[in-house]
């Protein structure tokens, strides 16, 4: 079992940043990757960001290419998003969730194993 916990959401201005972080825990923890997702209001969950494998290469969707970034503390068991320019339409719930290392799929919510209870991000106009 891996247990994921997200934190760090909350109000801010468009134009505003936040920091996401999910800490991680159980026995397996070290056989999984963790990335993240969202889902607003009425959408289907969506993926944000991924961090893959021990050189770290990161892939992010279009929709926040260049104002995100993930990025991983092993020696904490924690992965974190950094958000940056955050507009309206970046509201919505976001999750962060576990895969098995070496899964190709990222990306696709059916690979994941493990998701967190998800932390609200609101950002007004």
């Known amino acids: 079992q891996v247990q994921l916990v997200e934190s760090g959401g909350g109000l801010v201005q468009a134009g505003g940043s936040l920091r996401l972080s999910c800490a991680a825990s159980?026995?397996?923890?070290?056989?999984?990757?963790m990335d993240w997702f969202r889902q607003a209001p009425g959408k289907e969950r969506e993926f944000v960001a991924a961090?893959?494998?021990?050189?770290?290469?990161?892939y992010y969707a279009d929709s926040v290419k260049g104002r995100f970034t993930i990025s991983r503390d092993n020696a904490k068991n924690t992965v974190n998003l950094q958000m940056n320019s955050l507009k309206p339409e970046d509201k919505a719930v976001y999750y962060c969730?576990?895969?098995?290392?070496?899964?190709?799929?990222?990306?696709?919510?059916?690979?994941?194993?493990?998701w967190g209870q998800g932390t609200q991000v609101t950002v007004s106009s």
């Open positions: 159980g026995r397996t923890f070290s056989t999984y990757d």
């Open positions: 961090i893959i494998g021990s050189y770290e290469l990161t």
């Open positions: 969730a576990a895969r098995l290392k070496g899964t190709t799929d990222w990306g696709v919510t059916s690979v994941y194993d493990y």
